[in-house]
């Protein structure tokens, strides 16, 4: 009868705790993927303690809202990764403003390479005259100002893409004001083809592309086109703070920290050219309006987003020791940045992981 009461309890313990998710073993180490080859490793949802039928429903959701990619590691292995609409594993989409997160990392590089310092005059690197301003309003505008999205000009001109000195109008003093605007962020391209001496593409496949095994990968006109999994490769760096596989491609730790962290007091969830989750409000592109709350309310608190027109997405939750990565087309309206594609996919898969 003790015998029996024993595997009793133990048969209780076990089936109670069988939903519970695996820590991931310290010894195990994270897990890099050769920078060559088709080789992946993978580890199964029930290897985790996950649940395989409710990753299938985040899975599916995702695939009802024209995802063409969708890849989740856990500790650099891949645990599910699926293709709809005629993708591969090697087809190459654009990533919208998801690559803005590249560039706020690849400027990380560069201050660490002492070729420009983010306190510097943009002027410095783009020339006197670079806007319409006066001089003195144009020389408040720092390479900060870029990323954070406080530069001070007019986000509501006709082509926020515009580049040229007469689509870069004074609206307030830079630092003064938080606005989602492309061109002071694409100028960063330029910013750092003019510092390093070499085109953008050629210093973006030196410093990051060929060091994370990215051939696919390649900026036209302004904007990045990856694979799937070469995204989850960048999550994959900056889930590491800017190391892959023992080599720190950015070791300034400051920087990652100030990039990952809330950058300036208008927007709490922004930090350079990243969002944050987890903050107590946040702002979104094409308003001035400051809501309460979380950006992704169903999300870890500590989840970092690259995040890009049409629900182009990088997630990256420490916490978790996760990348995500939804590539495809607008999950519904036409959005830049966040959306509610974001909550309600990580409400079904928060369910799956069981936390």
Same mark, same amino acid.
């Given at each position: 009868?003790?015998?029996?009461?024993?595997?009793?309890?133990?048969?209780?313990?076990?089936?109670?705790?069988?939903?519970?998710?695996?820590?991931?073993?310290?010894?195990?180490?994270?897990?890099?993927?050769?920078?060559?080859?088709?080789?992946?490793?993978?580890?199964?949802?029930?290897?985790?303690?996950?649940?395989?039928?409710?990753?299938?429903?985040?899975?599916?959701?995702?695939?009802?809202?024209?995802?063409?990619?969708?890849?989740?590691?856990?500790?650099?292995?891949?645990?599910?990764?699926?293709?709809?609409?005629?993708?591969?594993?090697?087809?190459?989409?654009?990533?919208?403003?998801?690559?803005?997160?590249?560039?706020?990392?690849?400027?990380?590089?560069?201050?660490?390479?002492?070729?420009?310092?983010?306190?510097?005059?943009?002027?410095?690197?783009?020339?006197?005259?670079?806007?319409?301003?006066?001089?003195?309003?144009?020389?408040?505008?720092?390479?900060?100002?870029?990323?954070?999205?406080?530069?001070?000009?007019?986000?509501?001109?006709?082509?926020?893409?515009?580049?040229?000195?007469?689509?870069?109008?004074?609206?307030?003093?830079?630092?003064?004001?938080?606005?989602?605007?492309?061109?002071? =962020?694409?100028?960063?391209?330029?910013? &750092?083809?003019?510092?390093? !001496? *070499? $085109?953008?593409?050629?210093?973006?496949?030196?410093? #990051?592309?060929?060091?994370?095994?990215?051939?696919?990968?390649?900026?036209?006109?302004?904007?990045?086109?990856?694979?799937?999994?070469?995204?989850?490769?960048?999550?994959?760096?900056?889930?590491?703070?800017?190391?892959?596989?023992?080599?720190?491609?950015?070791?300034?730790?400051?920087?990652?920290?100030?990039?990952?962290?809330?950058?300036?007091? =208008?927007?709490?969830?922004?930090?350079? &050219?990243?969002?944050?989750? !987890? *903050? $107590?409000?946040?702002?979104?592109?094409?308003?001035? #309006?400051?809501?309460?709350?979380?950006?992704?309310?169903?999300?870890?608190?500590?989840?970092?987003?690259?995040?890009?027109?049409?629900?182009?997405?990088?997630?990256?939750?420490?916490?978790?020791?996760?990348?995500?990565?939804?590539?495809?087309?607008?999950?519904?309206?036409?959005?830049?940045?966040?959306?509610?594609?974001?909550?309600?996919?990580?409400?079904?898969?928060?369910?799956?992981?069981?936390?």
């Amino acid at each position: 009868m003790h015998k029996i009461r024993i595997v009793l309890i133990f048969f209780i313990f076990i089936t109670g705790c069988k939903k519970a998710p695996v820590p991931i073993s310290v010894s195990e180490g994270y897990y890099f993927p050769p920078l060559t080859g088709e080789i992946w490793d993978g580890k199964s949802p029930a290897q985790l303690g996950w649940d395989t039928m409710k990753l299938n429903e985040a899975f599916n959701y995702a695939g009802s809202k024209s995802t063409y990619g969708l890849i989740v590691l856990q500790n650099g292995k891949i645990v599910k990764e699926q293709y709809w609409n005629n993708w591969t594993k090697d087809t190459r989409y654009y990533i919208a403003s998801a690559g803005k997160s590249v560039v706020a990392f690849l400027m990380g590089i560069a201050q660490q390479e002492n070729l420009l310092n983010i306190n510097d005059k943009s002027s410095q690197y783009l020339g006197l005259g670079w806007t319409s301003l006066s001089p003195d309003k144009e020389n408040l505008i720092t390479l900060r100002h870029q990323l954070t999205m406080t530069t001070g000009l007019d986000d509501g001109v006709s082509n926020n893409n515009c580049t040229d000195d007469t689509c870069l109008i004074y609206k307030a003093d830079a630092g003064s004001r938080w606005a989602y605007h492309n061109a002071p =962020y694409l100028l960063l391209q330029s910013v &750092l083809s003019n510092a390093s !001496g *070499k $085109t953008f593409n050629q210093y973006s496949k030196e410093k #990051l592309f060929d060091k994370l095994g990215m051939p696919k990968s390649l900026w036209y006109n302004g904007t990045m086109w990856c694979t799937t999994r070469e995204a989850a490769r960048f999550g994959s760096l900056i889930l590491n703070k800017g190391n892959w596989n023992g080599i720190d491609l950015l070791n300034d730790q400051n920087y990652f920290d100030a990039m990952t962290n809330t950058s300036q007091t =208008y927007n709490s969830s922004y930090g350079y &050219l990243w969002w944050l989750n !987890g *903050k $107590t409000s946040f702002m979104v592109p094409t308003s001035q #309006l400051v809501f309460q709350g979380p950006l992704v309310p169903d999300a870890p608190a500590d989840m970092i987003m690259a995040l890009g027109k049409d629900d182009k997405k990088i997630y990256v939750v420490p916490s978790l020791n996760l990348v995500a990565v939804r590539l495809g087309d607008a999950a519904e309206n036409v959005t830049l940045g966040p959306s509610s594609f974001d909550n309600e996919f990580w409400r079904r898969l928060k369910l799956a992981i069981g936390y």
